[in-house]
């Protein structure tokens, strides 16, 4: 096992703070899916971000612009995805879930990689890569025939089977708003948590990155679990910069939930 780089109190802390809570809930960001082979985007050198342009890749302009480059990265996307596999992080939240000691679990990941593990309560606020939309007459379909329509398409673009317009992944593209359902669940949830666990997560991109100021605000305790600083850091009650499996790994043993 990798040695843990976080301090043993912080994690100590923790502990008494989620022994003591009434509700426990996780918001995970990128950071949780990269022992799964998944880069993040911002890191430097090896984050997603740093190889494209995502105004250019992934804005919805750029979609109903040049749907051909769009997919030409999406595909590649959806190819990548398919593949990937939870990780320890990702269990270690299932078996807190299961042990009565993690009410729900909020992401801005697309991966589906909390649902595979096996997380019953999960809120994805930026939507999932699971299916594809039609804009134009609503079709909706499995990421598994959008890719089997991409191999076919003479274009490199996957298309509505009733009107011919190009597919849409149902993920939150930059500028598009996020769904109202979904965040407005994600808000109640952090407002009513006793405890929030931020994992993975930069804490920069809105509006999700304000959900840890609602659990403040309302009361709660909000633990920060990533490497690399983030804005809300002096916001927290325990902050965790080791590894984000040994931290996790280290947290649920010493709940006994393992």
């Known amino acids: 096992m990798r040695a ?8 100590d802390r923790l502990v008494e703070l989620v022994r003591a809570a009434g509700t426990v809930v996780a918001l995970t960001g990128a ?19 740093q190889r494209v342009d995502p105004m250019a890749v992934a804005h919805i302009d750029a979609f109903r612009r040049d749907p051909v480059r769009f997919w030409s990265f ?9 593949s990937k ?23 801005q ?11 019953a309560q999960l809120v994805e606020v930026h939507g999932s890569v699971d299916t594809c939309s039609c804009l134009g007459c609503g079709e909706r379909v499995r990421s598994e025939q959008a890719r089997e329509r991409l191999s076919r398409a003479r274009d490199g673009v996957p298309r509505c089977a009733s009107c011919g317009l190009p597919l849409k992944p149902d993920v939150v593209l930059f500028g598009e708003l996020l769904a109202r359902e979904p ?37 709660g305790a909000v633990a920060i679990i990533t490497q690399g600083p983030t804005p809300l850091d002096q916001l927290a009650s325990v902050r965790l910069s080791g590894d984000v499996v040994d931290e996790l790994d280290a947290l649920v043993h010493a709940l006994g939930a393992a």
């Open 4 to 11: 843990r780089i976080g301090a043993p109190a912080e994690v």
């Open 31 to 49: 950071g949780i899916s990269v022992p799964s082979g998944i880069p993040d985007f911002r890191s430097p050198q090896t984050g997603l971000w």
């Open 74 to 82: 999406y595909g590649e996307r959806f190819a990548t995805l398919a």
């Open 85 to 107: 596999q939870p990780n320890a992080a990702h269990r270690a939240l299932v078996r807190m879930e299961r042990a009565g000691m993690l009410d729900a679990v909020i992401t």
């Open 109 to 119: 990941n697309i991966d589906r990689l909390h649902r595979k593990a096996g997380t």
């Open 183 to 219: 965040l407005e669940l994600a808000q109640r949830l952090c407002e009513g948590a006793d405890v929030l666990l931020c994992i993975g997560s930069s804490l920069e991109v809105h509006p999700v990155a304000g959900l840890p100021e609602l659990t403040r605000a309302a009361g």
